[in-house]
Structure formats: C-alpha cells, structure tokens
C-alpha cells in the first residue's frame, strides 16, 4: 500500500494521534512543540507530501510550495487567518487550502476584552510598579472608564462581532466599526457604520480585527494616530502588519494615545530589546487569543478535517476558497 505521506510542522501530541488512526496517511512532522520549523525544514520536509498541516509561524511561500511539488493537494492552517499562505499561488494550482474559522472568536474576543481593560486601567503598568517596590499613590494609576466608552471595532466579522457583543452588553459601550461589510446589518447588537477617519476621531478605545491583506497592511499608521483621542487606546488582536508600529511607538512615545494593547506584533516574537517593551503605556502578549484548551482542541479537529478531507479529494468542511 502506498501511503500518503503528510507534514505535519508542530509537534501536537493530539493530532498525532488522531493521525495515526489512519494506516494510509504517513506523517512526518517536526520534533519540536517550542519553536518553529526552521525554513530549511519545511522546505525539505515538503518534498513529495499530498498534505501540509501548519500554522501561522510556517511561511506557505513559493519556495515551499515549489519544492513539495505537484503531489501537494493541500494546505491545511490550524488558524482562522491565513496570511501565511500564499493563497493565489495555491488556487493557481488547484492545491487546497483549509482554516480554521468558527471556534475562536470567542476566546479571541475575550482576549480583546481583557487587553482593553488592562489598558484602559493601567493594570500591567501598576502591576509592574508594585512588584518593583514603587506601591505610589492612587492618583498615579488613574486610567479611563471602560462603562459606558465610545468602541470602535475595525472589522466586524466573527471576532469583532463576539467583542462588540461582550463590550456592549458587559460594559454599555456605545459601537461603531468599520469595514468592508458595511452593509452587513449586525447582529444583536445596536452598532452604527462609519469611515475609518470617523471612527478614529470619535473611539475612546480602537480594536482591530480585520484581516491582514493589501488593503490593512499598516493601515493604522501615522496619520491615524494624529486622528485619535488623545486618552484613546489601540488594542490589537488581529495582525501585527495592521499598525505600522513605527508610528505606534512614535504615538506612545509622545502622548498621541493613552495606551496599546497587542496580542500580535511584526514581527513575532518581538525581540526582547524592541523599544516598544520599554514602554509602559504598552502591553504585550505572545500571541495567545486562541490559547485555550478548548478552543485548541477545537482547531485541532477543524484543521485535521480540512486535512484529511483535501487528500481525499474531498471538498473541504472549512475552505478558503471554493
Ligand atoms: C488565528 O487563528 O488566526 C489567530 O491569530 C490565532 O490566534
């Protein structure tokens, strides 16, 4: 029997089992769960695979589509977003490509509930005074209410949904976002569509949550920041390419903003010594807004399925495009 070989780039020990259900598939996956497979790895590693099952550290670029040759049938992300991919290279030859939308957004929105409040109330930056000796005075910690703010939510899909709901309902937030489905009317939740310039002129807090393609790349940049509130907060749980981070740093640095919240950064990790650390109105996180067990159980089988479904020539639960 000729098994169908497929890489698999994360150690996982969850979907090595369910994989090795299945005496046709034979896998090959990178040893390692605390770093990314290096370049050189992918490349080699994807000769002669029908199936590549990654996430969003693998760079889906030419080069490795190239040498996994005409064998590959599929690219399954265990992500909803796919910018790692290169997606028009994949339709062009007819590989498949496989995410992993509709089982993280709430945790991603909670998350982003999370960071606003961290922000808004300046937790990160009295926790750190506290653990430094420093206890201070309470006027030293005043930040901005959270009840009752002005949200603005760029990119109201599954994600910014979910955080609109739970800022809405939780907190009394007045809602406008901005997007290109502007025609979508929301659901349950009482939300006004206006321009991006509107939008930044008139939020208390900022939260993006579109993807990242040409049209959001650095979107939030240094004009945006000279429209923002000068109390307002960026929070951002989307892509790092989204805010042009020079300008953000800029923006911090000289009391344009209140603050910034970020799940996600360019490039990721961010070195240690990148001045954005040495900010205090600046929160960072690794990249965890889908870091919960149920959520990564979730995209487990919702990537597994896009993965066995597309070598089988099968049309995959979960599609980038049809
Ligand atoms: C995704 O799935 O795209 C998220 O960024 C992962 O946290």
Redesign the pocket.
């Known amino acids: 029997m000729t098994k169908r070989k497929v890489l698999v780039t994360r150690f996982v020990p969850y979907v090595l089992e369910q994989l090795a259900k299945d005496p046709t598939i034979e896998v090959d996956c990178y040893e390692r769960d605390d770093e990314a497979i290096p370049l050189n790895e992918l490349i080699t590693r994807a000769a002669g695979c029908v199936g590549i099952l990654c996430i ?1 550290s693998d760079k889906i670029t030419k080069q490795v589509l190239d040498a996994a040759g005409p064998t590959l049938k599929v690219v399954s992300t265990i ?3 796919y910018d790692h991919i290169d997606i028009a290279l994949c339709r062009e030859r007819g590989i498949k490509v496989g995410h ?1 939308p509709g089982c ?1 957004h709430i945790c ?1 929105a909670e998350l982003a509930v999370g960071l606003t409040l961290a922000a808004k109330r300046r937790l990160f930056e009295s926790n750190r005074c506290a653990s430094e000796g420093d206890w201070g005075v309470i006027q030293m910690y005043c930040g901005t209410d959270v009840s009752g703010c002005t949200v603005g939510i760029i990119g109201l899909g599954e994600i910014g949904l979910a955080y609109a709901r739970m800022m809405q309902y939780g907190f009394q937030c007045k809602i406008l976002y901005t997007g290109p489905r502007e025609k979508t009317i929301p659901q349950g939740i009482n939300a006004t569509y206006v321009d991006l310039n509107r939008l930044l002129e008139q939020s208390d807090v900022v939260s993006v949550h579109c993807p990242l393609n040409a049209d959001t790349r650095y979107l939030i940049n240094a004009q945006a920041f000279e429209r923002m509130k000068k109390d307002a907060v960026l929070v951002n749980t989307a892509r790092g390419d989204v805010v042009d981070q020079e300008a953000l740093l800029n923006a911090l640095q000289s009391s344009k903003i209140a603050a910034a919240a970020l799940d ?1 950064t360019s490039p990721e990790p961010l070195p240690r010594t990148h001045p954005l650390f040495q900010q205090r109105n600046c929160i960072i996180v690794p ?1 965890i ?2 870091a919960t067990i149920r959520t990564r159980h979730a ?1 487990c089988d919702r990537g597994l399925a896009n993965l066995v479904a597309g070598i089988s020539d099968q049309p995959l639960p979960n599609p980038v495009f049809m």
């Open positions: 969003i992500s909803a977003g992993t993280l991603t996600v990249h807004a889908s995209m």
